[in-house]
């Protein structure tokens, strides 16, 4: 053998600490079958994949020679929701972890298992070690846990729970966990009584645990950039009329503007097509002719709907207008911030009238959008009548929906208002729509109009009794400005009646974007 060559000896353990996996499921039952064989054993598949699919990163195992030997699940929480007294299957979701919360402020320990056969190697600490780890690179204020004490049940006819945690913090006592706990760092905050219940040994109590990350930066709310607690929300009912010119319905709109500006409106809801009396302008007779003119204002409309937005300090969502691109028609709603800059939101699904009249495409994007005021989503009309895209919007976060519709009957009416009912019960969130009324007799294909604009809550206590905010009388001009509680909508979310978002089964289907944004 030459001297350059490396022998490579076969050693005892080959340690890896890593990310779990799904394919990670049969190790981990063998585990937690072996480790609590006298209470249930291990989770089902489906938990084990919810919890990965769900938070992966907090999802930590360490291997040797290829076998899962010992691993930790985390959860992040919003901490404030669930308080002290929780319990085990209340705070981690029926250990589904859908009580995950990206934004929260604490890392929850939901589970740590070492096999016996490897104890000694302190493979514990090492996983503990990792969470801490995962706790300062997020930036969270502490990790939380409830700890089983097994070794209670031998004491439980002569001490309390509390003078048990007393003799163990002061060695006198040895439990397996909550020694090891109080070694790397923990402190016991208080004791949780039923927290599981069928933990014969520690006779259904736990101790909870917080380990404080001394390295969280709090964010600094000032009064400028702060996260608002509300919104005040303006939406025009808008009449159709016949305009000379472009002047005369930009006339109109600022004076909607100026009047919610006035009462402090953080959002003015602008209808679809607000600007299609501009269609009668048309030298052409045809619908798709008249559109396709109509497209030709809609860059005059944006600078001034932006200009308007700014200078009378009010966010703008310009209802939707026709746009052409790459000799294709769009539907587009813009969004004119108060701070001069403007995003748009595609129509996706054009109804069969607009694909067929008017050779209109659909739109290939979709997000969630960041304002002074809240996280707001934007959906055109006919798209709210998808529940999957505002399924995909209210998981980036969206507070708001913003619906520009343009109906011509009731029943039409009736599809965008039922539809928007059940976007906010679902999803959790506010929903606005804004319409158009009145007639436009010399513009083919829009001659007539139906509206009524309303916003909608989550249907549970905290809310209107009919999930109703506000309404407008019918076909008739006017404007609606109705102030939103924003906090309402976290507290629904952990302590509403029925909780759409907690309760979503996410180890049996989710809503996958599949475009290219």
Request: charged share 25%; with cysteine.
């Amino acid at each position: 053998m030459s001297q350059d060559q490396t022998v490579v000896e076969e050693t005892e353990h080959h340690l890896e600490l890593r990310n779990l996996r799904l394919d990670d499921y049969d190790d981990v039952k063998g585990l937690m079958d072996r480790v609590y064989a006298n209470v249930g054993g291990a989770w089902p598949y489906k938990n084990f994949k919810a919890q990965v699919a769900t938070f992966s990163d907090g999802q930590i195992c360490i291997e040797d020679k290829g076998k899962v030997v010992a691993f930790a699940i985390s959860v992040i929480v919003d901490y404030e929701q669930f308080g002290d007294k929780h319990s085990y299957d209340e705070i981690t979701g029926d250990a589904y972890l859908t009580t995950h919360d990206p934004n929260g402020d604490v890392l929850y320990g939901v589970e740590v298992i070492v096999c016996p056969d490897y104890r000694g190697l302190r493979l514990g600490r090492r996983l503990y070690e990792a969470r801490k780890e995962l706790c300062r690179n997020l930036n969270l204020k502490s990790i939380m846990a409830g700890g089983r004490i097994p070794n209670y049940g031998d004491y439980a006819d002569k001490l309390t729970p509390y003078e048990y945690i007393e003799q163990v913090k002061s060695k006198d006592i040895y439990d397996p966990i909550l020694t090891f706990q109080l070694s790397n760092g923990f402190e016991v905050k208080q004791v949780l009584h039923a927290y599981l219940p069928e933990d014969k040994a520690s006779k259904g109590y736990a101790t909870l645990l917080q380990w404080h990350n001394i390295y969280y930066e709090p964010g600094s709310p000032s009064l400028i950039s702060g996260k608002k607690s509300s919104a005040r929300i303006g939406c025009v009912q808008w009449q159709m009329r016949y305009f000379n010119n472009v002047e005369e319905l930009l006339q109109q709109a600022e004076y909607f503007v100026d009047a919610l500006s006035d009462y402090n409106c953080d959002v003015a809801l602008f209808p679809e097509f607000f600007n299609a009396p501009l269609m009668g302008l048309s030298p052409e007779e045809s619908s798709i002719d008249a559109i396709w003119h109509l497209a030709s204002y809609t860059d005059e409309i944006l600078t001034a709907m932006s200009h308007l937005a700014v200078s009378y300090n009010i966010n703008i969502i310009a209802g939707s207008m026709p746009v052409v691109e790459d000799d294709e028609l769009y539907n587009v709603s813009y969004i004119c911030k108060r701070d001069g800059t403007i995003e748009s939101q595609y129509k996706l699904h054009p109804t069969p009238h607009e694909k067929k009249d008017w050779i209109m495409k659909g739109g290939h994007s979709l997000k969630a959008f960041d304002t002074d005021f809240g996280k707001i989503g934007v959906l055109i009309c006919y798209d709210v009548e998808f529940p999957e895209l505002s399924r995909i919007q209210a998981d980036q976060e969206m507070q708001i929906l913003f619906v520009p519709f343009w109906t011509d009957t009731k029943n039409g009416y009736l599809r965008v208002r039922r539809c928007a009912q059940a976007r906010a019960i679902e999803n959790e969130c506010y929903v606005a729509i804004a319409g158009s009324v009145g007639n436009l007799p010399k513009v083919d294909n829009v001659d007539i109009q139906y509206g009524q604009t309303a916003v909608f809550s989550p249907s549970d206590f905290a809310f209107p009794h009919d999930a109703i905010v506000s309404e407008t009388t019918p076909n008739t001009e006017m404007t609606l400005i109705v102030d939103l509680d924003l906090d309402k909508l976290t507290r629904l979310q952990n302590e509403g009646s029925v909780r759409n978002y907690l309760d979503r089964r996410r180890d049996l289907y989710r809503v996958e974007w599949l475009g290219n944004d």
